[in-house]
């Protein structure tokens, strides 16, 4: 989603002329146009492979802004958007857009005919002003929030089992010129902590709360951006420790995840799991282990790019993947694969050799009971 430095309220981040943020990107990513691309051979793929084990293969959804407590009336947005040249007829095209967005999301869900079984969806609750600076609507003009709620409780409806609601952090303060996450504090914290609460007044406690995702990657690797979405190990267990000590007070019946690791990062989670020093609070851990080949030695943070956080070496992905369920069964915890997926994002998703790879690593997992959430090479349109 780019950001037009030339439509920016100066007064939500008066930070924002540190860094170039002509061309930043929601997340990394960039929403593409509607196109009903589900219905052509890329996500017929997907729904292919989810559908040859729909007990332990699932799809990921893509990255929405939870912004409020429920939609914004017009006159809301209007006002938020003052200076910035937002009409009337700005919002109803966003609206509209979002209206269609809904549509494919639910016709896609109906492809599976009930059997989708485990769905993992990406909400990033507004804490702080950078959260609005980084993620604009897709034209750049204007926010509105999709209707996350019920995209979940459309899931329940027809079906899904598991639910997985990735709970993303995008505050992210200035350090060395670049925009750098940080674990919310104070009003922050509170602010994640009852959006997450008022998510799960809505939808039941019978979901998966991940708290983050991927906060052991260092660096990522564009050079004309760099930003840091490093947490180290015990920064990150006081804050999940914290979070979920109050949300468990109300909700005692939720499942709750630390953030997947980026890559197969079993010394991360180790870390992270041995500061936490409670297993009873930790109910899921998770990695997303992109790799070149089904069993190729995963990446695990040590590269010359600059990802991550390194030292352990498996020889292989099964290695990895053995060491990670070890790691999971002596904190009494259950591991999944929250992101899989081969091929680039240029390519078109889950053809031909990509494909294969993809639904041979899920059914390889799923053989030793692990749940895998397949990731949609350029994001699904909702």
């Known amino acids: 989603m780019n950001n037009d430095p030339g439509n920016h309220n100066e007064s939500i981040n008066p930070d ?116 609005l600076e980084n993620s604009q609507d897709s034209n750049g003009d204007i926010i509105v929030t999709p209707d996350f709620i019920e ?62 995702n991927e906060t052991n990657m260092k660096i990522v690797t564009d050079k ?19 979070v979920a000590g109050n949300l468990k007070k109300k909700h005692s019946d939720l499942k709750l995840a630390i953030a997947g690791t980026s890559f197969a990062d079993r010394d991360y989670l180790k870390l992270v799991l041995e500061n936490i020093n409670d297993d009873s609070i930790v109910d899921r851990i998770s990695i997303h282990p992109y790799r070149r080949d089904v069993n190729s030695a995963p990446w695990t943070g040590e590269r010359e790019d600059g990802f991550g956080w390194g030292g352990y070496n498996p020889e292989s992905y099964d290695e990895a ?11 009494q915890t259950e591991f999944f694969v929250g992101e899989v997926q081969f091929g680039s994002r240029n390519d078109q998703f889950l053809t031909g050799q990509a494909r294969e790879k993809t639904a041979i690593s899920c059914q390889n997992s799923a053989k030793k009971g692990i749940t895998s959430f397949i990731w949609p090479g350029d994001n699904l349109p909702f």
Request: proline share 4%; aromatic share 8%.
């Open 151 to 212: 995209q979940i409780q459309y899931l329940q409806k027809s079906g899904v089992e598991d639910i997985i609601i990735t709970a993303s952090l995008l505050h992210r303060e200035p350090i060395d010129n670049k925009p750098t996450l940080k674990a919310p504090e104070g009003e922050q914290r509170e602010k994640y902590i009852e959006m997450i609460e008022y998510l799960v007044d809505q939808v039941g406690d019978n979901v998966t709360i991940e708290l983050g």
């Open 16 to 131: 924002a002329d540190k860094w170039d943020m002509s061309d930043i990107k929601f997340n990394g990513r960039k929403h593409e146009k509607l196109n009903n691309r589900f219905l052509t051979g890329e996500y017929a793929a997907e729904a292919e492979t989810i559908l040859s084990d729909p007990e332990h293969i699932g799809a990921n959804f893509s990255e929405v802004l939870v912004d409020g407590r429920v939609n914004k009336s017009d006159e809301q947005l209007l006002m938020e958007n003052q200076g910035r040249g937002i009409t009337l007829s700005d919002i109803a095209q966003a609206r509209g857009r979002e209206a269609q967005k809904m549509s494919e999301f639910r016709e896609y869900v109906d492809s599976f005919g009930g059997n989708l079984k485990h769905a993992r969806l990406h909400a990033s609750p507004v804490i702080s002003p950078f959260c």
């Open 224 to 242: 004309k951006y760099p930003t840091s979405d490093y947490i180290p190990p015990a920064e990150y267990a006081d804050f999940y420790k914290d």
């Open 321 to 331: 993947e053995d060491d990670i369920i070890e790691l999971a069964k002596a904190h």
